[in-house]
């Protein structure tokens, strides 16, 4: 079986840029959100091994989904993606329970080094 991934950003083009990147790599894109709130009710109906999660978004941000997923589920992996690259920004994902940190724009081979890394 495919590693599952949840792929969350607000903006559409960036959702479709990183499923680009996955598929193409033989990963298995099984959902997609717009923002933390979507992102958290995606998790727990479809459990992907991985998500990768923008921070700055509507309604709930990334930093709040990722302590909220981690609450319903401890051992899940959250990859973050986000263009403000800010030290307190990583620090703050990371205490959240993120296992890695993408910086906006990307490269496609960081992107899988991260989710390799992270999946294991």
Same mark, same amino acid.
């Given at each position: 079986?495919?590693?599952?991934?949840?792929? !969350?950003? *607000?903006?559409?083009?960036?959702?479709?840029?990183?499923?680009? /990147?996955?598929?193409?790599? =033989?990963? $298995? /894109?099984?959902?997609?959100? $717009?923002?933390?709130?979507? +992102?958290?009710e995606k998790y727990k109906e479809l459990k992907p091994e991985l998500v990768i999660m923008d921070i700055t978004m509507?309604e709930v941000d990334g930093i709040q989904a990722v302590k909220e997923i981690k609450s319903f589920d401890p051992s899940?992996? /959250? !990859?973050?993606?986000?263009?403000? =690259?800010?030290? +307190?920004?990583?620090? $703050?994902?990371?205490? &959240?329970? &993120?296992? *890695?940190?993408?910086?906006?724009?990307?490269? +496609?081979?960081? !992107?899988? $080094? &991260?989710?390799?890394? /992270?999946?294991?």
């Open positions: 079986m495919a590693n599952t991934i949840l792929v !969350v950003d *607000d903006a559409a083009f960036m959702r479709m840029m990183i499923k680009d /990147v996955l598929t193409k790599n =033989g990963y $298995e /894109v099984v959902g997609e959100a $717009e923002n933390g709130q979507k +992102a958290i509507p899940a992996k /959250v !990859v973050m993606c986000s263009a403000m =690259g800010q030290q +307190a920004m990583v620090i $703050e994902s990371i205490q &959240a329970g &993120a296992r *890695d940190f993408i910086v906006k724009p990307f490269q +496609a081979d960081r !992107v899988i $080094e &991260a989710v390799k890394k /992270v999946l294991g």
